[in-house]
């Protein structure tokens, strides 16, 4: 069963710099998707990004983005130029193409300091 | 646009006694998904429905039970309800049973069974 791990429980980061989130998967299937979904204490789950198994290029989204290791299955978060209303639980999850079995990491709780 | 709707907010229950957990979504999906998050362990499927008239178990089904009544619809019931089963849960959709789009989830419903 494919599994997501999130080694960091808590992370924080000083208002205008920059965070990385790390996520770790297991897999032997090659199509596949990630994302990191983002969910602010209103407990709403935001999709944040999207990355494709079969794209080498990282996926981007204004501040956000990853850095996608395929070979290391590794799947890392970069939140540049922090803000306060970043602060949030923040979700990896795995989904193998063709399946609707959208598996989830534990979360990283992400605080940001003014 | 509404998105997910999921009825109630807040629940407390007895021990045995039953609820449902009502879903609706207005974005014409074919997939529909129940998920329960509790503290430190990320959200886990329950059941989920690839179009209507089909149902899935996810990976903790047991003490639930699903009805897609129809495309907009999927309701989720507790027929006997135990203190282990107290926590928020959330309701998601998909377009195309296919999660490499995006997927929206409902506000959730935060459920103690005392």
């Known amino acids: 069963a494919q599994t997501v791990t999130q080694s960091q429980p808590e992370m924080s980061v000083q208002e205008a710099e920059t965070v990385t989130l790390s996520c770790t998967y297991d897999t032997s299937e090659s199509d596949y998707y990630l994302f990191w979904y983002k969910q602010p204490p209103s407990r709403q789950m935001i999709l944040v990004i999207r990355q494709e198994a079969y794209k080498q290029q990282n996926a981007t989204e204004n501040r956000f983005s990853v850095n996608f290791q395929k070979a290391a299955k590794s799947f890392s978060l970069k939140i540049s130029d922090s803000q306060l209303g970043d602060a949030a639980m923040y979700f990896c999850?795995?989904?193998?193409?063709?399946?609707?079995?959208?598996?989830f990491g534990k979360g990283t709780k992400l605080t940001v300091n003014p | 646009n509404a998105g997910v709707t999921q009825t109630p907010k807040f629940q407390v229950l007895k021990t045995g006694q039953s609820m449902t957990l009502q879903c609706a979504q207005d974005?014409?999906?074919?997939?529909m998904y129940w998920y329960r998050q509790d503290p430190g362990m990320g959200l886990r499927l329950i059941y989920y429905s690839a179009s209507e008239g089909t149902t899935d178990k996810g990976e903790v089904p047991n003490g639930y039970n699903v009805s897609r009544l129809n495309k907009r619809e999927f309701s989720l019931r507790l027929e006997s309800a135990a203190p282990s089963q107290t926590s928020v849960y959330f309701c998601a959709s998909s377009d195309q049973g296919r999660f490499n789009t995006e997927a929206f989830f409902g506000q959730g419903t935060r459920l103690t069974v005392v």
């Open positions: 974005m014409n999906h074919n997939s």
């Open positions: 999850a795995y989904v193998q193409g063709g399946s609707e079995k959208l598996v």
